[in-house]
């Protein structure tokens, strides 16, 4: 069946320190795949996607390019700020078996904590 | 655009009764909206999916008697979490997607605790 795997926190950095959080998937189909994150006591919040191979999802700094050699969308972010601090979520989407509907399936989320 | 919202964002019940969630899409029709339940420190697991005026797909596991799941509009869905025990106790979370549109926009969730 289809999987994300992320690695698994909690990640601390220091203020403006590179941030990469891994995430690679497997999938029966040719997945979307997506990063959202959840800041404390909220939902989720999409960040970025990429549809296609070699895509490169971008936001708020973020960016996470789609690799289906290495089936990986590792995000990364070049200068991290405390308010980035958050659980995030690496997801991918594909067409349920009946082909009716989009299922989204999630990693475990790694937890980010950025300190001034 | 693609704003969900969610109601109540909090509840606090009863063992034994029931308790209803709102989810809407305020600024597009929502063809498909999904139910999940966030457990502490964990992941999104799926509970069921719904269509706009048809019967929801639940995932395997989750009981459909227990989770009602209505779709009424293509702006709003409900979820029951009828006669609610302390174990149903959870963080729930919505989303929407449009029709043809694959990326699902979430609401911020509901805290639901059981006395």
């Known amino acids: 069946g289809d999987s994300v795997t992320q690695m698994e926190g909690p990640v601390t950095l220091s203020e403006e320190a590179f941030l990469t959080i891994n995430c690679t998937y497997t999938a029966t189909g040719y997945p979307s795949l997506f990063w959202y994150v959840q800041y404390p006591g909220e939902g989720l919040q999409l960040l970025l996607k990429a549809t296609k191979a070699d895509d490169k999802g971008s936001n708020k700094g973020f960016e996470a390019t789609y690799r289906k050699e290495t089936t990986s969308f590792h995000l990364e972010k070049g200068s991290v700020q405390v308010s980035d601090s958050a659980v995030y979520f690496c997801?991918?989407?594909?067409?349920?078996?009946?082909?009716?509907?989009?299922?989204?399936?999630f990693g475990k989320g790694t937890l980010l904590t950025v300190n001034p | 655009g693609a704003v969900v919202s969610q109601h109540p964002s909090w509840v606090i019940c009863k063992s034994g009764t029931s308790v209803k969630i709102e989810c809407r899409s305020l600024d597009f029709q929502a063809t498909t909206m999904f139910w999940y339940r966030q457990f502490p420190k964990q992941s999104l697991m799926l509970m069921a999916t719904?269509?706009?005026?048809?019967?929801?797909?639940?995932e395997q596991g989750v009981e459909k008697d227990k989770f009602l799941i209505n779709h009424a509009s293509l702006t709003l869905s409900t979820l029951t979490v009828t006669s609610a025990h302390p174990e149903d106790s959870s963080f729930y979370i919505c989303?929407?997607?449009?029709?043809?549109?694959?990326?699902?926009?979430f609401g911020p969730g509901t805290r639901l605790l059981v006395l």
């Open positions: 989303s929407a997607r449009r029709q043809g549109i694959e990326t699902q926009y």
């Open positions: 719904s269509n706009e005026g048809s019967k929801a797909t639940y």
């Open positions: 997801a991918l989407s594909v067409l349920n078996s009946g082909g009716s509907n989009y299922k989204l399936t």
